[in-house]
């Protein structure tokens, strides 16, 4: 387990750096050519670099859950969410309200060549870090971001692309009017930021360590509780995450006859065959009650011998 969070926590720090160095280099050439959708594209990967940033905080903490250690108070985690979503939301309304102003007051120049061979490079390197850290992550036995398939970062970068790339074709063809497309890129990418800075907030407020299950994922994980001998039946089955991890709170039901030793040795090969199959599965917090003196006990036992066994 130590070993698969700390290839996890590798590759998340390699796109923790790789977001970090996209941020300082678009943001530079975008102030050096005065080009809103690069400084826009600049602050998106600097959103993309707060999820980073959420997601090895969430990856750290499952390491230590795992070692062993009393993880550090989750406040701080919260904290710096919210605090980087409201920085990314200010800085993508100052990118709106600039855009506009050039809209309305009239654009005469293009951003250079410089600048939209910055943003066509790094589409390609901001892929190449995605496809290491997903490698990782599936090598680690890590389940999917929720969010793993909205690749807003792809459509951002496109839209600085066509932004930079037309108002460049404007200069060079004696079309002024092709100016405005590069503000026009840079207030269109951050509406797209003010959405990503709401939803990463609306993640930490309504407590993101609670995870509901679909309905595949709850149904492979009861089929295994029950294949495990001993355990009669499951009645609630609920799910934690920490990091790309999953903790889960499971109440079983055992024979009423059982020993306290023999429930926990039942409870122990529950949580082994869960966190050995399934490799996204960190711990297990097994509960174990005695199953309902009816059927099949009841009738092989009289009622008072059962009621004093239970009392």
């Given at each position: 387990m130590v070993q698969r969070s700390a290839s996890a926590e590798s590759g998340a720090l390699v796109s923790l750096w790789g977001l970090l160095g996209l941020f300082v280099i678009k943001g530079t050439v975008g102030l050096l050519t005065g080009s809103k959708a690069l400084i826009a594209d600049a602050c998106h990967s600097g959103a993309d670099w707060a999820g980073a940033m959420k997601s090895y905080l969430g990856i750290r903490k499952a390491r230590t859950t795992a070692n062993g250690r009393i993880p550090k108070s989750e406040q701080a985690e919260s904290t710096t969410s919210i605090i980087l979503s409201v920085l990314l939301l200010v800085a993508a309304i100052e990118i709106g309200i600039s855009a506009i102003r050039a809209l309305v007051n009239g654009v005469d120049?293009?951003?250079?060549?410089?600048?939209?061979?910055?943003?066509?490079?790094?589409?390609?390197?901001?892929?190449?870090?995605?496809?290491?850290?997903?490698?990782?992550?599936?090598?680690?036995?890590?389940?999917?971001?929720?969010?793993?398939?909205?690749?807003?970062?792809?459509?951002?970068?496109?839209?600085?692309?066509?932004?930079?790339?037309?108002?460049?074709?404007?200069?060079?063809?004696?079309?002024?009017?092709?100016?405005?497309?590069?503000?026009?890129?840079?207030?269109?990418?951050?509406?797209?930021?003010?959405?990503?800075?709401?939803?990463?907030?609306?993640?930490?407020?309504?407590?993101?360590?609670?995870?509901?299950?679909?309905?595949?994922?709850?149904?492979?994980?009861?089929?295994?509780?029950?294949?495990?001998?001993?355990?009669?039946?499951?009645?609630?089955?609920?799910?934690?995450?920490?990091?790309?991890?999953?903790?889960?709170?499971?109440?079983?039901?055992?024979?009423?006859?059982?020993?306290?030793?023999?429930?926990?040795?039942?409870?122990l090969r529950v949580k082994r065959q869960l966190t050995k199959r399934f490799l996204h599965v960190m711990d297990a917090q097994i509960k174990v009650q005695p199953y309902d003196p009816g059927f099949p006990y009841k009738s092989n036992h009289h009622d008072e011998q059962m009621s004093s066994l239970l009392q």
């Open positions: 120049h293009a951003p250079g060549w410089g600048a939209v061979i910055l943003v066509a490079a790094s589409i390609g390197l901001r892929e190449g870090i995605v496809r290491y850290k997903r490698n990782r992550d599936h090598r680690s036995g890590l389940r999917a971001d929720r969010d793993g398939d909205n690749r807003s970062d792809i459509l951002v970068s496109l839209t600085a692309l066509i932004g930079t790339s037309g108002a460049l074709v404007g200069e060079m063809y004696e079309m002024p009017i092709l100016f405005v497309l590069d503000p026009a890129a840079g207030l269109v990418i951050s509406l797209i930021i003010v959405r990503t800075s709401y939803r990463l907030t609306a993640d930490v407020l309504r407590n993101s360590d609670r995870c509901v299950l679909d309905e595949a994922d709850a149904q492979a994980l009861l089929e295994a509780v029950q294949r495990v001998d001993g355990v009669i039946s499951v009645d609630h089955l609920r799910a934690r995450e920490q990091g790309h991890y999953l903790v889960l709170d499971i109440d079983i039901r055992v024979n009423p006859r059982l020993s306290v030793f023999e429930g926990q040795d039942i409870a």
